[in-house]
């Protein structure tokens, strides 16, 4: 049988080669029609919103407020600029609070036990849904004054902001060489000018980058409104009166029965998605540009 | 122009490694001293004693007596007023990448309040004249970030911002060895005009670099201070034998 | 000592130093003493160093301050409902507002099943286009490809909702569903009704919300295996799928499991998309066409509706499940990726 066994060998040898190479073209194909599958949506969604939203874009849409339910037009000036008003205060209150918690852990909490203490905090706020966000908000602010406002949709986005800033500024000051800051140091500056001078100075464009990105990432918040902010049909600039935001108007729109509301949230999606889009791509462009002029 | 350091019995820690062990010396006023010894001898860690940069290591300790002038640096004032005193010069170039060359220069004064323009102006045209940068860089001043030009030019910058704050000690801890050979001798002469406006304290892993420049030397060994003499005698004709074993290059 | 000349001192070259110095000299315009005087004058700064740390440092407070109001309103306000239902709560399938019952199982059952399903769809795909873009892909494309994840991962959830509703429900309605109905009505998942809305289709929109996480985070991992391992399984012949197998996945298994932990933490706590295409009943059935509920989305679409206190403080007990079932999903997902990533995790918010 000695003679037979090299023959059947190599026949062996030969399907298991073949079986191997199958199984390797198998999951290249895999993965490329795996990368198409999901990318299909990506594209379908942008294209469908440039096709549904497109059409229904006019300058009415930035300039007018919604139209009684039924009637053709109007358009959701209210809510952009509403958005805008939340978001302003949310980057008010978030932003500095974000950026001094940050420049703590890079700067003085790099190894101890309330730098981590901190660390962690910040990351476990990340996971937080955030609805659950908007029930705090409601509970510290709409309970007490007994009346949704923009105030409390701000502070909702702003809890939000506060930890991915914090880790993000925290992240770009550690970049900083701790030569910059021992050469400032050398030279008989205080420690706090050294901070604001030269670290935070040296990191500026990477913490924009943070706080850009957090800020798009907020701007498409809806949950956390739906019960702080509680939208507007209406003009409202008082910051004590529930106000319309641009992601709940498109989602009471979206669910609601008039054809004209759907195009109007199509429309609002549309513009909602430019804006973050925008965002990431200037972020991305920046920080790109930064790392190599804060380098060499 | 310059101060003289009287130090005595200093002792430093880094966490429980014991880094200097007894060091006593007298730098002079007005002349440049080389420290020279194996890596990790400790004289690195002696000049940042001397204007309190290793307490910028929160487990690091001192004990001793450091004297500049009149003053003990570490029970009669603050390590900021120390080291408004005493420039540093660090081993690797590290310009401020984030400010312009005037800015760099300028930066000890600024960042401690001065605003006066036109003593600025001033200011930074003597020491980038001090440093001999002023020529390749007048023209960019305020146009060219700190990190932007070459290696040699920005230690030259660097040795320029500490001269600024017009020091009466200048720290100088390996300036040249990162740097070509081109550069590393623009630095040494510069090193060699300056000895006579203030006092220097040079640490270099080159003997012939010490040779050049110092008038005297120090031998650190594993925290020691084995010999301190002045610079020929103690290349010709060293005192202690570990001395001679270092310098004949039987280690380090 | 012996004499030994080992260096040679060279002589100084007197020359070149008495020229320089007539340059430093005649640039001396402004007086030293004035810059030595203006220094001596500056303050230690011992008070500004340390107002500056405090303000920092009450800063960093804040987050704590931040969670311990989210956990105080939480635990506060959820009282009443605590002390109305106890553990009934969690096994109760009556979610009666008129009544004043409130049992809170059919949501449970909601979030877990759309999230597990929507991890289960999710996770394959993230993988293999991972493997894709660390190994397949052409170098140019990578780029992109990468940069249109990115995408994907700031289209807020309204506008996935939106497009749910619009693009997604009737696929599942009138193409998708009937095909599955014929081919697997058997196994009781797949029968009538089918309205579009229901628990198949809001899995499919978390899926396609969750994968930029999974795989992004996937490829973090995979790429942080060193390239040893990679080299290793090639030197002894394997394909490139065993290269990938055997080098790489083995090793990032543990960082992989982390990235699909995270992915599930994000579904749990999806609200938007899926309140607006899981139907919104809360029933337990085993049919995916069936519409459903979830713990966010009831929270979304009757917290403003709440009458009463009980109602309210059942809706905000919901609230206090969802925070803590995530913040320990994701503290398991962060200590698995950290421990294969070294500290790499910050980027996964």
Redesign the interface.
């Given at each position: 049988m000695i003679s037979a066994l090299p023959e059947r060998g190599a026949r062996v040898e030969q399907l298991i080669k073949l079986r191997r190479s199958a199984a390797n073209h198998f999951v290249t194909l895999l993965a490329v029609v795996s990368t198409v599958i999901v990318l299909a949506p990506l594209i379908a969604i942008l294209g469908y919103l440039i096709y549904k939203g497109g059409s229904s874009l006019n300058l009415a849409f930035f300039t007018h407020v919604p139209a009684p339910v039924g009637q053709p037009g109007g358009g959701m000036a209210n809510a952009i600029v509403g958005s805008g008003v939340i978001l302003g205060i949310a980057s008010a209150i978030g932003v500095p609070l974000g950026i001094a918690a940050g420049v703590y852990l890079a700067e003085y909490g790099r190894?101890g036990v309330l730098g981590s203490a901190v660390r962690f905090t910040a990351d476990v706020l990340n996971g937080v849904p955030s609805i659950v966000m908007g029930i705090a908000a409601y509970g510290l602010i709409v309970l007490k004054q007994h009346h949704f406002s923009a105030l409390a949709g701000g502070v909702a986005l702003a809890i939000m902001m506060v930890p991915t800033i914090t880790r993000t500024t925290e992240e770009m000051l550690a970049t900083v060489?701790h030569?910059?800051?021992?050469?400032?140091?050398?030279?008989?500056?205080?420690r706090w000018?050294?901070i604001l001078?030269?670290s935070l100075?040296?990191a500026?464009p990477g913490i924009i980058t943070g706080c850009m990105l957090a800020f798009a990432r907020v701007a498409g918040e809806t949950a956390p409104l739906l019960f702080t902010a509680f939208g507007n049909q209406f003009w409202s600039f008082n910051v004590n009166q529930p106000i319309a935001a641009l992601p709940l108007q498109i989602f009471v729109y979206a669910v609601s029965p008039y054809d004209e509301w759907h195009r109007l949230a199509w429309a609002g999606a549309l513009v909602l998605i430019a804006l973050i889009m925008v965002s990431v791509t200037l972020v991305r462009l920046y920080a790109s540009r930064g790392e190599i002029?804060?380098?060499? | 122009?310059g101060v003289d350091i009287r130090v005595e019995n200093l002792n430093a820690w880094y966490g429980q490694v014991h880094t200097l062990k007894d060091v006593s010396l007298h730098i002079s006023a007005n002349q440049a001293t080389a420290l020279i010894g194996p890596s990790g001898c400790g004289k690195s860690t002696f000049v940042r004693c001397l204007?309190r940069?290793h307490e910028?290591n929160?487990i690091a300790r001192a004990e001793g007596s450091v004297r500049m002038g009149e003053i003990d640096i570490y029970r009669d004032a603050?390590p900021?007023?120390?080291?408004?005193?005493v420039?540093?010069v660090?081993q690797?170039p590290?310009?401020?990448?984030?400010?312009s060359i005037y800015d760099n220069v300028a930066?000890?004064?600024k960042?401690?309040?001065?605003r006066k323009r036109r003593?600025l102006d001033?200011?930074v045209?003597?020491s980038l004249?001090?440093a001999?940068l002023?020529d390749e860089v007048k023209d960019d001043l305020k146009k060219k970030?700190g990190?932007?030009i070459s290696g040699g030019q920005q230690q030259r910058l660097?040795i320029a911002?500490?001269l600024?704050?017009?020091p009466e000690v200048l720290l100088m801890d390996e300036p040249a060895s990162a740097l070509d050979p081109v550069s590393t001798a623009k630095i040494e002469?510069l090193i060699?005009?300056l000895k006579?406006q203030y006092t220097i304290v040079i640490v270099t892993h080159n003997?012939?670099q010490a040779?050049?420049v110092a008038e005297r030397t120090g031998f650190f060994l594993m925290g020691k201070l084995v010999e301190f003499d002045a610079?020929?005698k103690l290349?010709?004709?060293?005192?202690d034998?570990r001395t001679?074993d270092y310098?004949?290059?039987r280690f380090g | 000592?012996?004499?030994?000349?080992?260096?040679t001192?060279?002589t100084?070259e007197v020359n070149?130093?008495g020229k320089?110095?007539e340059?430093?000299a005649a640039?001396?315009?402004?007086p030293?003493?004035?810059?030595?005087k203006?220094?001596?004058t500056?303050s230690?700064?011992?008070l500004a160093d340390g107002s500056f740390r405090g303000l920092m440092l009450l800063a960093a407070f804040s987050l704590f301050v931040i969670i311990a109001l989210i956990v105080w309103m939480l635990v506060v306000n959820s009282k009443l409902s605590i002390h109305a239902f106890g553990w009934h709560f969690f096994t109760g399938r009556q979610w009666d507002p008129v009544g004043g019952s409130f049992g809170a199982l059919p949501f449970i059952y909601g979030t877990v099943v759309s999230s597990l399903l929507a991890v289960a769809i999710a996770v394959p795909l993230s993988l293999c286009v991972a493997i894709f873009v660390l190994d397949i892909c052409p170098q140019p494309l990578r780029g992109p490809i990468a940069f249109l994840t990115e995408l994907l991962a700031a289209i807020p959830s309204v506008v996935y909702g939106l497009w749910a509703v619009f693009v997604l429900v009737p696929i599942v309605r009138d193409n998708v569903g009937p095909v599955l109905e014929k081919s697997f009505g058997w196994t009781g998942f797949f029968a009538e009704p089918n309205f579009g809305v229901g628990m198949l289709t809001a899995s499919v929109v978390l899926a396609i919300m969750i994968f930029p996480v999974i795989c992004s985070i996937s490829r973090d991992v995979m790429r942080a295996v060193p390239i040893h391992q990679r080299e290793a399984a090639l030197a002894l012949g394997a394909t490139r799928w065993e290269m990938i197998r055997i080098g790489v996945l083995r090793n990032a298994r543990l960082g992989i499991v982390g990235a699909v932990i995270l992915g599930l933490g994000r579904a749990l706590g999806e609200t938007m998309a899926v309140t607006m295409v899981i139907g919104n009943h809360p029933d337990i059935v085993k049919n995916l066409f069936n519409p459903a509920y979830t713990l966010a989305s009831v929270i979304a679409n009757e917290f403003t509706e709440a009458t009463g206190d009980l109602y309210l403080s059942a809706l905000i007990e919901i609230g206090l499940v969802l925070f803590v079932v995530t913040i320990v999903v994701n503290a398991i997902a962060r200590l698995l990726v950290w421990a294969v990533t070294r500290g790499d995790s910050t980027r996964a918010a």
């Open positions: 190894g060489p030569a910059l800051r021992e050469a400032a140091l050398g030279l008989g500056i205080p000018r050294t001078s030269v100075r040296t500026t002029k804060g380098g060499h | 122009m204007n940069m910028t929160p603050t900021v007023e120390i080291r408004r005193r420039g540093m660090f690797r590290n310009p401020f990448p984030s400010m930066s000890g004064l960042l401690n309040g001065y003593v001033e200011v045209e003597r004249k001090q001999a002023w970030s990190a932007s660097c911002r500490a600024a704050v017009d002469d060699f005009e006579c003997m012939q040779a050049r610079t020929d290349f010709t004709n060293p005192t034998k001679e310098i004949t290059g | 000592m012996s004499q030994l000349s080992p260096v001192l060279p100084p070149s130093g320089r110095a340059s430093v640039a001396e315009p402004a030293p003493s004035e810059i030595r203006f220094l001596q500056r230690t700064s011992r």
